[in-house]
């Protein structure tokens, strides 16, 4: 066992006037020391900035809900979340589902315990399995919330030229008890804003740059027999238990999303997370012109369909970075490159079999 720690995540309790200026606001996070060495920030609004989200109606339309069962990769300890797309399902459908797998009369400790150790086994034997609602192209903020609406937002971001659901235009996301997003960082590296607007809490883990690689390299040779792919990390579909993490001496955070406040990830900043039960969050990505020296060093997968996707996506990422160019004195040096990804043999990654994105 090694003696690392759970590094804490810097928690930001903006004034009304600092709040009310995303831009210079979004500037000191990113260049937050403490926020660089672990990767997540956490922003509590002003309670005179609280907002109301907008309520959707019970017979909205959730086209994307993917079922998700687990298997441990052999002799890693590293779970591999297997995803399924069900048919669509009303809002109030999902409500009532969730509360099958609700377990509210347990501590938020118990929760994440219990969570953690379903991880290793979540199989349709063992029914019901739950179900994660992604991608909706709704946002819940007010029309006149100011400068935090995530559809709107602006913040400084150089990701505003051409619209691009999940991208600079919301996707939400609903969640219920046990579901995960996988250990992944944002598309090209950008960073990300999420709001939880309600219901249960989200629970976070990030992987500080330092430790990118090693993470990366932890089990590579396993994870490709079984998968084929040997940057799997890129499919987002890989949960590290933190038992995982700590016994292989990886550092990581940890932080709790409770409703209204905000998570920030940083610049391909590898996170992973569940949800404690019902509840709706909402996110975009982020970039100010830092961000290029990030995307720069990208790295992508080469599996087919799933690898191309990636880089046909980088490749349009890319055009937001055209007219920016960066002074030496905008750089800040917090990451080594990481090994460049040579190939990706194996055409299709089998057993994810549908290739939905989890991402929070
Ligand atoms: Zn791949």
Known sequence: MNNNSILEVKVFR????????PSS????????PVCQATGLAKIIPPVLRKHTPIII????????????????????????????????????????????FEHSEMSLAQRETNILQNLCNITKKRTPV??????????????NYPNWNLDKFQGGSILTETEMPGI???????????????????????A???????????TWYGIPATMK???????????????????????KALMYHPKVLRDNGIDFCKVDQFEGEMIVT?????????????????????????????????????????????HALHELLGKFLENVSLEPSNLVETETSPASHSHCPVVDDKPSRIKPIIKD
């Open 57 to 100: 109606p019970d017979d909205f339309r959730l086209n994307s809900c993917i079922l998700q069962t687990t298997k441990i990769l052999n002799e890693t300890g590293v779970t591999h979340l297997l995803f399924q797309k069900k048919r669509a399902m009303t809002l109030g459908q999902f409500k009532d589902l969730a509360k099958n």
């Open 25 to 32: 606001f979004m500037k000191k996070i990113e260049r937050d």
């Open 266 to 310: 940083l610049y391909g900043v590898l996170h992973q997370g569940f949800n404690h039960g019902f509840n709706c969050s909402e996110a975009i990505n982020w970039a100010s012109p830092e961000w290029k020296k990030y995307y720069d060093k990208t790295t992508l997968c080469s599996c087919r369909p799933y690898g191309k996707k990636l």
């Open 14 to 21: 903006p004034t009304v006037a600092e709040f009310d200026d």
């Open 192 to 202: 990300s804003i999420n709001m939880l607007h309600e219901g249960a809490p989200k």
């Open 168 to 190: 600079n235009k919301s996707f939400s996301n609903y969640g219920m008890f046990g579901t995960f997003f996988g250990m992944h960082a944002e598309d090209s590296n950008m």
């Open 213 to 235: 690689i090693k993470l990366e390299e932890l089990w590579k040779t396993e994870i490709f027999n079984e998968t084929g792919c040997d940057l799997f990390i890129k499919h």
């Open 130 to 143: 739950p179900i994660y609602a992604i991608d909706n192209v709704i946002s819940r903020f007010p029309e």
